[in-house]
């Protein structure tokens, strides 16, 4: 037997915030009975496992142990330039002179998260 990954969890200060900007970064609305205040959250992306926020009275403290890596439709520089847009702030940037590499961001709760390159940028490049 094996298991299936249904819930990628966030814990967090405001789940229905944090909710909101993971909903800007996937393009997916939070459930319908989402509201302003609910102690937890949840986001379906299709494709994938749901995000799911739940408040905890702690601030995060430390770097994360998991975290999720993007990889956008766009460029990647045009992601990052986005996402910093929505929110998001910059941690690392790992970006080669070659294209390759990727960038460390955070969202409004310190969580963070990479931004990789595209499907075509990784076609692109020999």
Request: proline share 9%; with cysteine.
């Amino acid at each position: 037997m094996t298991s299936l990954v249904h819930n990628i969890t966030f814990d967090c200060r405001n789940a229905y915030e944090l909710a909101g900007f993971w909903s800007r970064v996937t393009g997916r609305p939070p459930a319908d009975d989402a509201s302003p205040g609910d102690p937890e959250v949840v986001i379906r992306p299709a494709g994938g496992p749901n995000l799911l926020f739940i408040e905890v009275p702690e601030r995060k403290t430390a770097k994360n142990r998991v975290h999720l890596d993007l990889q956008p439709e766009s460029t990647r520089d045009e992601e990052v330039e986005r996402l910093l847009g929505v929110g998001a702030t910059l941690v690392e940037d790992h970006r080669r002179p070659d294209g390759t590499g990727w960038v460390t961001l955070a969202d409004p709760e310190g969580n963070e998260f990479c931004v990789e390159r595209s499907a075509a940028e990784r076609a692109a490049t020999p």
